[in-house]
């Protein structure tokens, strides 16, 4: 059997074993891209003959590619909240942002994101945390030097807060277009 054979193999007898590990260290989303990449990476090496154990192989390359993803993830969020002072005038100050504008085409994307610039502050960065960047409840509080019981209080208010005022958005959408239904049929306003 070929080596290529055989890496194909080892991978697909060791996927879910990988996932498991890589679960451990990277948010969910990203899990299945990085069992991905390390059977790219398997196959882009040139000489398997060396490799004595390509099982064990495998869960070091993906294990190195999670802490690579968690490392570059640390970076993105502000020099990895070592600057909290920057973090928190990214959050607590609405920015006028041309090319924020510009992306944001889907209504509901941006009524989410002013759901979330209108949460209080502690409870906004514990959301972000969360739900944008990953972080793990216990991750939260250390950086922010909080109790994890109070982590799960702003997510939870988060959530709640977030999605009436998501429903409050739609609502009004809806209104609006109805509104807009009876001018174009030319309703009745009484």
């Known amino acids: 059997m070929s080596n290529d054979k055989l890496f194909y193999k080892v991978y697909l007898a060791s996927r879910n074993g990988i996932s498991r590990l890589v679960a451990r260290i990277v948010p969910p989303h990203e899990i299945?891209?990085?069992?991905?990449?390390?059977?790219?990476?398997?196959?882009?090496?040139?000489?398997?003959?060396?490799?004595?154990?390509p099982k064990c192989f495998m869960y070091k390359t993906a294990?190195?590619?999670?802490?690579?993803?968690?490392?570059?993830?640390n970076v993105r969020l502000v020099d990895g909240i070592e600057n909290m002072e920057a973090f928190e005038h990214l959050l607590s100050k609405p920015h006028k942002d041309e090319m924020y504008e510009?992306?944001?085409?889907?209504?509901?994307?941006?009524?989410f994101c002013e759901a979330v610039r209108q949460l209080p502050l502690q409870c906004?960065?514990?959301?972000?945390?969360?739900?944008?960047?990953?972080?793990?409840?216990?991750?939260i509080a250390a950086q922010l030097s909080i109790s994890e019981s109070t982590v799960e209080k702003h997510i939870s208010t988060g959530m709640k807060r977030c999605t009436l005022f998501m429903r409050k958005s739609k609502n009004s959408a809806n209104d609006n277009k109805s509104t807009s239904a009876q001018i174009v049929a030319g309703g009745n306003y009484e």
């Open 32 to 53: 299945e891209d990085i069992v991905q990449e390390t059977y790219v990476r398997i196959c882009q090496i040139e000489k398997k003959d060396n490799i004595t154990s």
């Open 63 to 73: 294990r190195n590619l999670a802490l690579d993803y968690q490392k570059q993830a």
């Open 102 to 111: 510009n992306a944001v085409t889907d209504s509901e994307f941006s009524h």
């Open 124 to 139: 906004r960065r514990v959301f972000v945390l969360k739900k944008v960047y990953g972080y793990t409840q216990r991750e």
